[in-house]
Structure formats: structure tokens, C-alpha cells
T-cell receptor, first 115, second 111 residues
Framework: EPEVTQTPSHQVTQMGQEVILRCVPI?????FYWYRQILGQKVEFLVS????????KSEIFDDQFSVERPDGSNFTLKIRSTKLEDSAMYFC?????????????FGAGTRLSVL | QQQVKQSPQSLIVQKGGISIINCAYE??????FPWYQQFPGKGPALLIAIRPDVSEKKEGRFTISFNKSAKQFSLHIMDSQPGDSATYFC??????????FGSGTQLTVLP
């Protein structure tokens, strides 16, 4: 079964450093998303991406965040200058455009620890 | 307006029992209501979903009941099994396709 792949599984960084979280969505999907989950809390939407541009973003997704699809397979989330409160599990998801079901498939996540 | 409220926070059920998790929403623009199951260390996985023009959907032991007028929906797990022990999230899809998640319910099914 096709799956969303995220790397690394765990990223440790110092406060103020830049991090890039990587995702390989399911190959025929056209919508891509990033969500985050602070430990013990609910999953929160960050941003959606379609046709090489951001289609929606939440208030969490401020100027410190950016997304990119650098090639035909990868989808990345960059945090420019990490803060302690950025520590969370970051999930990438993708969905297709057909069938109308918009099932979002999630990757296993990247645990970001900011020290 | 964008919130999805989920209860209970945790639930303990005996094997073979019925697990019921409830969610409520306010935004009438939500048009799709999935339930996700999450095991420790894994991403959320779609379990079952419903559209607001349907009052009930059943897939195996899992049933969603949807009350559009009350803006509430619930997940029923029949014949609960220890393997069902996980965190369950309800969600609602907005116009932009993003999902708004509930706060999650940690289900424990005792053997």
C-alpha cells in the first residue's frame, strides 16, 4: 500500500537554528499538508499546498515557516529560527484530487526537539 | 467557530463492550467528518468518515452516527478488542480541505 514517508524520524536542534523536515507524498497525490502535534495535544493544521503554492495556512504558520516542493517527489517544511515551543511531532499528509473523498494519508511524523 | 470538541478524554472498556466517542462542531461549512486512529509513534490513520447528508455509516465494527441539526457526531466501536486500544481523533474538513481535529480520546480495551 502506498504511504507517505517522512524523514528524519527524530530531529534535535538548538534554539535559533534552521531545520528542514522532509516528506515524500504518495506519488499520484496533488494536495499536500503539514500538521503538528504538541505532546499530549491535538493535531493542528499548519498549511496546505496545491499546484506549487500555498492554498491555506493557519495562524501558527507565521513567517518563520515555509514550504517547498523542490522536485517532483519531495515536500519540505522549513522552520527558519526554531523556538522551544516548536518542539512537536510534525506530520505530513497528502490527498488526491479525484473521487471527492479527499482522504488525507499521514506519514509517521518527525519528532522535532528544540533545546 | 473552527473548533471541534471531543469527549471523553479517556475511555476504558472491557473486551467485547461498546466504545462511544462524541464530537461536536460549530462551523456549518464543514463538509466531511473523518475519524482517525493513532497508535503510539505512528501518524493518524483514517478509520471511517461520513458526509453531513448521511445520518449513519457503518464499516465492520465501526459506526459513525451524525446529527446535522445538533452539529454532533459520534464513533461507536462494537465488540471492542484490546487491539483497538489507541487514540481516536474526530476531525472536520473545512472549505480549504484542511482538517480541524478534536482533542483526542485515549481508548483502553481491557482483555
Amino acid at each position: 500500500e502506498p504511504e507517505v514517508t517522512q524523514t528524519p524520524s527524530h530531529q534535535v536542534t538548538q534554539m535559533g537554528q534552521e531545520v528542514i523536515l522532509r516528506c515524500v507524498p504518495i506519488s499520484n497525490h496533488l494536495y499536500f499538508y503539514w500538521y503538528r502535534q504538541i505532546l499530549g495535544q491535538k493535531v493542528e493544521f499548519l498549511v496546505s499546498f496545491y499546484n506549487n503554492e500555498i492554498s491555506e495556512k493557519s495562524e501558527i504558520f507565521d513567517d518563520q515557516f515555509s514550504v517547498e516542493r523542490p522536485d517532483g517527489s519531495n515536500f519540505t517544511l522549513k522552520i527558519r529560527s526554531t523556538k522551544l515551543e516548536d518542539s512537536a511531532m510534525y506530520f505530513c499528509a497528502s490527498s488526491d484530487i479525484g473521487s471527492g473523498k479527499n482522504i488525507q494519508y499521514f506519514g509517521a511524523g518527525t519528532r522535532l526537539s528544540v533545546l | 467557530q473552527q473548533q471541534v470538541k471531543q469527549s471523553p478524554q479517556s475511555l476504558i472498556v472491557q473486551k467485547g463492550g461498546i466504545s462511544i466517542i462524541n464530537c461536536a462542531y460549530e462551523n456549518t461549512a464543514f463538509d466531511y467528518f473523518p475519524w482517525y486512529q493513532q497508535f503510539p509513534g505512528k501518524g493518524p490513520a483514517l478509520l471511517i468518515a461520513i458526509r453531513p447528508d448521511v445520518s449513519e455509516k457503518k464499516e465492520g465494527r465501526f459506526t459513525i452516527s451524525f446529527n446535522k441539526s445538533a452539529k454532533q457526531f459520534s464513533l461507536h466501536i462494537m465488540d471492542s478488542q484490546p487491539g483497538d486500544s489507541a487514540t481516536y481523533f474526530c476531525a472536520a474538513r473545512g472549505l480549504g480541505r484542511q482538517l480541524t481535529f478534536g482533542s483526542g480520546t485515549q481508548l483502553t480495551v481491557l482483555p
